[in-house]
């Protein structure tokens, strides 16, 4: 069996797995917030998590705030830096955020009258850089904050997040980076990155699901978007998940570990590419010549579905998705390929290919063969 579909969601990580075995059977569970001896013991740990999850990824200890996932870091941050905003308008993202970005963009325009301005992408899904700079240029002082992400959820492709963050420090305006898909598959360092505001998601990084890490670099100026009863120093009020806060550290060392099989895995990557192109010429890679995270190819063979290509694998024991959103039945292209302006039978073609670092290299041999049979198959019946 290959599964490949980490950007979708990793499976446990093995030493996730093992940790879990031996914290279950030895305890304590308790509440961290109590005082007596077993609370105590709990909070240890899940302090102990918290040293170890800034330590890898480059924060400080009171830098790091653990919720539910990247969903709610969103959330978190847009409330913290627009609950209060009355002068400011405008929020920034990208024609290729994640709904969880673009769904949260839109109620602020809706609800309480922020206007969102949409930067658009090249060909290979880059943000226009150029663009975001005249806008800057002629709106600073009504710009309230910009979300764009670091690395794509689709193409992988990587954005220029360090030219983005300069002009948001330039010209002091909040900057959140959607780093779900970045953290756990290339090195990162928050410090470094000088982002105000980064967020993770546990299951993308083979820890438990329901966890995640919000990163925010002057927490002391976070507005909570949930009081409850004042725990994470009160940015994130509710018992917190310390089983899960603990995965995370154990994930997140694990990945850590496995940064130096990047630049193999990205040969290997790139030679799976181009034998596909090689073998079917009219076979595209999307954002193929951007930098790319090097776990994901984003494959498409114009005029077959993709949806098809996927059945086909899956009966080899193989998990990939399409990107395509499904509408009465009819795949259609996803909002981000709309976006890169890729065409409709490019678009409703794609397969996504997304391993993890771990993952063996002759993965992409089999990955070879079985998408090799599957095209040869499915071009005999080509679906429009
Ligand atoms: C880029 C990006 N941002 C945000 C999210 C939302 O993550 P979650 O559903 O874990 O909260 C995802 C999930 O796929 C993602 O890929």
Request: proline share 4%; net charge neutral; with cysteine.
């Amino acid at each position: 069996m290959i599964y490949a579909d980490y950007n979708g969601s990793a499976p446990l990580c093995t030493s996730v797995k093992d940790y879990l075995f031996k914290r279950l059977e030895k305890g304590p569970f308790a509440n961290p917030n109590a005082i007596h001896y077993l609370g105590s013991k709990t909070l240890m740990g899940m302090e102990n998590a918290r040293a170890v999850c800034a330590k890898v990824l480059g924060a400080d200890f009171d830098q790091v705030i653990f919720n539910s996932g990247a969903t709610e870091g969103i959330s978190t941050v847009f409330h913290s830096i627009l609950k209060n905003e009355v002068n400011k308008k405008i929020i920034i993202i990208s024609g290729i955020e994640h709904s969880a970005i673009i769904n949260t963009a839109n109620y602020y325009a809706s609800e309480r009258g922020f206007e969102v301005k949409v930067l658009p992408v090249n060909g290979d899904g880059v943000v226009d850089l150029e663009m975001l700079k005249v806008w800057i240029g002629q709106n600073k002082k009504n710009i309230a904050m910009i979300s764009i992400m670091a690395a794509n959820n689709e193409t992988g492709v990587i954005q220029p997040y360090k030219e983005i963050n300069s002009l948001c420090v330039d010209n002091g305006i909040p900057f959140l980076c959607d780093t779900t898909q970045f953290i756990g598959k290339t090195p990162f360092n928050f410090k470094e990155s000088n982002f105000d505001y980064a967020v993770c998601s546990g299951h993308k990084l083979g820890a438990l699901t329901g966890t995640g890490i919000l990163l925010v670099k002057n927490p002391e100026g976070l507005c909570p978007l949930i009081i409850g009863g004042g725990q994470e120093k009160g940015h994130r009020g509710g018992t917190q998940n310390y089983l899960g806060n603990e995965t995370l550290a154990v994930a997140l060392n694990t990945l850590n570990e496995g940064f130096v099989k990047l630049e193999e895995l990205s040969k290997k990557r790139n030679e799976f590419e181009s034998k596909m192109k090689a073998a079917f010429p009219e076979v595209v890679i999307l954002g193929e010549n951007a930098p790319r995270l090097a776990t994901t190819t984003y494959i498409s063979y114009p005029g077959i579905h993709g949806q098809a290509v996927q059945i086909e694998l899956e009966s080899q024991d193989i998990f990939v998705t399409t990107s395509s959103a499904c509408s009465d039945n009819m795949p259609v292209t996803s909002k981000v390929l709309k976006a890169m302006g890729v065409a409709d039978d490019v678009g409703r073609g794609v397969v996504r290919i997304s391993l993890c670092m771990n993952s063996p290299l002759e993965y992409y041999d089999q990955l070879t063969v079985a998408l090799t049979s599957a095209y040869a198959k499915l071009t005999k019946v080509k679906s429009f």
